[in-house]
């Protein structure tokens, strides 16, 4: 790993200021309303269609149901309110129904896995070998691609995947965007529970570095938060201002990290987290009690 030394400057910044602060709530209520594009499109009653494929499953007659109906299943596999993958009834007899179709739903299935991931859900866990089991069986467009996919970026491994996409996000110069796209996570999947969980893995990796080790690793966060117009993570946000403020910590004086990246990161945290100094606050309340929010309250003192 290159060490990344170069941040020590005897001064602060004159006239650092904290910019006025957006209605980032607002920006942040309407982004949670969107919904991954295309995941639930055309399904009116969700639960209705929950309620159909768990009648056929108590029924035995699984068999029955239209692929419209198993398609409209698989997307909502996962989702309120009543998921068919927490059923330990609907859950299997739908997995076999799907396996036994060929693959002619697992696109549906893949968005559900990235937009309810939580890499140490067991129903998560269990989806993602029945995909990789399904995967030779798919005939869809872009199975091919997504075959690559699953194999560079591990995908379908739900311990490993999101720190191998977090790995290489912190170590590569490409836009976060482009890496995200590379892996199959466009548009709405970037900003889906796995994206967020990868993000939450490049956050504690850029925490374990120290001082001038962190900066570049730290552009690289703030670069990735920046790919929405608000943050795309809203409960990634601790972990977030912990890898920005904790690598610093331990440094002796305010003079000993460089007032231009100082500077960026606390643009960036007040951006993201509003102004803990004003109606805001309730968004730190995480790590009030940190020694992290404690030398990011110093550095807004400092500069006002």
Same mark, same amino acid.
């Given at each position: 790993?290159?060490?990344? $030394? @170069?941040? !020590?400057?005897?001064?602060?910044?004159?006239?650092?200021?904290?910019?006025?602060? =957006?209605?980032?709530?607002?920006?942040?209520?309407?982004?949670?309303?969107?919904?991954?594009?295309?995941? /639930?499109?055309?399904?009116?009653?969700?639960?209705? +269609?929950?309620?159909?494929?768990?009648? $056929?499953?108590?029924?035995?007659?699984?068999?029955?149901?239209?692929?419209?109906?198993?398609?409209?299943?698989?997307?909502?596999?996962?989702?309120?309110?009543?998921?068919?993958?927490?059923?330990?009834?609907?859950?299997?007899?739908?997995?076999?129904?799907? =396996?036994?179709?060929?693959?002619?739903?697992?696109?549906?299935?893949?968005? $559900?896995?990235?937009?309810? #991931?939580?890499?140490?859900?067991?129903? +998560?866990?269990?989806?993602?070998? #029945? /995909?990789?089991?399904?995967?030779?069986?798919?005939?869809? #467009?872009?199975?091919?691609?997504? &075959?690559?996919?699953?194999?560079?970026?591990?995908?379908?491994?739900?311990?490993?995947?999101?720190?191998?996409?977090? =790995?290489?996000?912190?170590?590569? !110069?490409?836009?976060?965007?482009?890496?995200?796209?590379?892996?199959?996570?466009?548009?709405?999947? &970037?900003?889906?529970?796995?994206?967020?969980?990868?993000? /939450?893995?490049?956050?504690?990796?850029? @925490?374990?570095?120290?001082?001038?080790?962190?900066?570049?690793?730290?552009?690289?966060?703030?670069?990735?938060?920046?790919?929405?117009?608000?943050?795309?993570?809203?409960?990634? #946000?601790?972990?977030?201002?912990?890898?920005?403020?904790?690598?610093?910590?331990?440094?002796?004086?305010?003079?000993?990290?460089?007032?231009?990246?100082?500077?960026?990161? +606390?643009?960036?945290?007040? &951006?993201?987290?509003?102004?803990?100094?004003? =109606?805001?606050?309730?968004r730190w309340s995480g790590i009030a009690g940190t020694?992290?929010?404690? /030398?990011?309250?110093?550095?807004?003192? &400092?500069?006002?």
């Amino acid at each position: 790993m290159t060490a990344f $030394a @170069r941040n !020590a400057t005897p001064h602060l910044t004159p006239g650092l200021r904290a910019p006025t602060p =957006e209605p980032r709530r607002l920006r942040e209520a309407l982004a949670a309303l969107r919904p991954e594009p295309g995941l /639930l499109d055309g399904i009116s009653d969700v639960g209705a +269609v929950q309620a159909k494929i768990f009648a $056929a499953a108590e029924a035995g007659a699984m068999s029955r149901l239209s692929d419209t109906a198993m398609r409209q299943g698989a997307a909502a596999f996962l989702s309120p309110p009543r998921p068919i993958g927490r059923d330990v009834v609907a859950g299997p007899a739908f997995l076999f129904e799907a =396996e036994r179709r060929r693959g002619r739903v697992s696109t549906n299935l893949l968005a $559900a896995y990235f937009a309810g #991931f939580r890499g140490d859900d067991p129903e +998560v866990q269990r989806l993602a070998r #029945f /995909l990789e089991r399904d995967m030779p069986h798919w005939r869809f #467009f872009s199975a091919d691609g997504w &075959r690559q996919r699953a194999a560079a970026w591990l995908l379908l491994d739900p311990g490993n995947g999101p720190v191998r996409l977090a =790995e290489r996000m912190l170590n590569i !110069a490409d836009p976060p965007a482009s890496v995200l796209d590379s892996a199959g996570l466009l548009d709405g999947r &970037r900003t889906s529970a796995y994206a967020q969980e990868a993000f /939450l893995a490049a956050c504690a990796l850029t @925490r374990k570095y120290r001082w001038g080790e962190a900066l570049e690793k730290q552009l690289r966060l703030i670069a990735w938060a920046s790919i929405a117009e608000a943050f795309p993570y809203p409960a990634a #946000f601790d972990a977030y201002a912990l890898a920005l403020l904790a690598p610093w910590e331990m440094v002796g004086t305010i003079g000993e990290i460089r007032a231009p990246h100082r500077k960026r990161l +606390v643009e960036a945290l007040l &951006r993201d987290g509003g102004d803990p100094r004003s =109606e805001d606050a309730a968004r730190w309340s995480g790590i009030a009690g940190t020694s992290a929010y404690r /030398l990011f309250r110093d550095w807004l003192d &400092r500069t006002d």
